[in-house]
């Protein structure tokens, strides 16, 4: 699509959220009138995990961490909202943890300006959350979720997508005893990984997002649908990996040219689609989501992913156990060289196997295929102040090692099994 049909300017939505953070720092000091609200919160953990394979990412987005670390569960965060006026507010929040890729801007989580023309609707535009599921409005905040961290077979895939930049429909009324929520987004985003491939931008356009929420009693129930459009990385080495299988003739490989295609994600789509429900009366607590993901990528096969915890409040002591997985639907597909005849040059046939094993190496390197059982407590030991000690046993089937860090990539094809422990202290101010 030319860029003259596009609907939305992106760069502009973008500028929106940097101009929101200095009219948040700069609008108070010349105008007393306005009710200007600071906070902040804090997550300080020590995390092991004992794997000499595999090292620790406390997601996709992050640093791979090998033993004792103090940064793979730990992050600092600050938001300012700014009320303008009866009807418009707007939101800036930075949130400082172990990102792989140090830009500034991926650490402005929020950036948005909110107008609320009556009671039940407000728009919004800017970066903000994508609202996908249950923990989107407070991910970052340690303190108002009990785990040390969220389920990583669950958290860590969906947080390619944490924060988008567009613009979003709220609506929310009482219905019967409960309280239903629900709106549209429209945007895009690009996030930075790191794959057996190399880093590159995974970048997403035309983010439609539908969600619903419903309140009720100690019940939240909560339904999301998102499609978007995938756009190739701006990768050197993975460009060149897709230039490379359209460089070779038809006649040497004639699936060269669909294996290109199916490597290359330009204008491919991705649907999401998650439930989640959670329950808490006072003395038990259980929270649930599941989500299945279909794609035409080959970086990024069908899936499903879930969690299902449940806890205990024991006056300040809240003791939980869970259970996640994360897998692929499919099996994962294979890059076949052909066979050739003798008349094909030795170093030709040489290059062509060496070009379908390094893609078969990228693309067993980009599965996910793991399920965890966990175990851990809660202790709220002062007001909003909480210690969490945590306990996971994670268990990887190959390729499936996607979320974790590879010291050799020869260890993507091996069974896994690691252990992680966090200590932490989360606050909020």
Not at 56 to 76: A, E
Not at 93 to 114: A, K
Request: aromatic share 12%; with cysteine; proline share 4%.
């Amino acid at each position: 699509m030319s860029s003259n049909s596009k609907c939305i300017n992106y760069p502009v939505i973008s500028r929106i959220s940097l101009l929101c953070l200095c009219i948040l720092l700069y609008v108070p000091l010349v105008n007393a009138d306005m009710e200007v609200k600071f906070s902040g919160f804090a997550n300080l953990a020590l995390t092991y995990e004992d794997s000499d394979q595999l090292d620790f990412m406390g997601s996709i987005l992050n640093n791979p961490r090998d033993g004792l670390s103090p940064w793979s569960d730990s992050s600092l965060g600050g938001q300012v909202n700014l009320q303008v006026s009866d009807n418009v507010d707007a939101v800036a929040q930075i949130v400082f943890n172990d990102r792989s890729d140090t830009d500034l801007s991926n650490y402005l989580t929020l950036g948005f300006v909110r107008y609320r023309p009556n009671r039940n609707w407000a728009l919004r535009a800017g970066r903000m959350n994508n609202n996908i599921y249950i923990l989107s409005e407070y991910l970052a905040a340690g303190y108002a979720y009990l785990w040390s961290r969220p389920p990583l077979d669950f958290y860590s895939p969906a947080s390619a997508i944490r924060s988008m930049d567009g613009v979003e429909a709220q609506y929310s009324r009482y219905i019967g005893d409960g309280f239903l929520q629900t709106s549209l987004q429209f945007g895009k985003t690009e996030t930075s990984l790191d794959g057996v491939g190399g880093s590159f931008e995974l970048k997403l356009k035309k983010i439609i997002v539908w969600t619903a929420n419903y309140e009720v009693a100690n019940w939240l129930f909560k339904g999301s649908y998102v499609t978007a459009t995938t756009q190739t990385p701006d990768s050197t080495d993975f460009q060149a990996l897709i230039n490379a299988f359209n460089a070779v003739p038809s006649y040497l490989w004639p699936a060269a040219a669909q294996y290109a295609d199916d490597l290359d994600p330009e204008d491919g789509n991705i649907k999401y689609l998650a439930l989640g429900m959670q329950y808490d009366d006072g003395d038990w607590t259980m929270q649930a989501e599941l989500a299945q993901v279909d794609s035409d990528w080959l970086l990024f096969l069908p899936g499903r992913f879930g969690y299902i915890s449940l806890g205990y409040h024991w006056g300040e002591f809240t003791p939980y156990v869970k259970i996640a997985s994360n897998r692929r639907s499919d099996d994962v597909p294979e890059i076949v060289a052909p066979a050739f005849s003798d008349a094909v040059p030795q170093e030709v046939q040489i290059g062509i196997y060496t070009l379908a094993g390094a893609a078969n190496m990228v693309v067993n390197g980009s599965t996910n295929k793991q399920y965890s059982l966990g175990l851990g407590v809660r202790w709220d030991f002062a007001d909003s102040m909480a210690l969490k000690m945590q306990l996971d046993r994670f268990y990887i089937s190959p390729p499936g090692a996607s979320l974790w860090g590879l010291e050799n990539t020869a260890n993507a094809v091996n069974k896994q099994q690691v252990n992680v422990f966090s200590l932490g202290l989360s606050t909020i101010f």
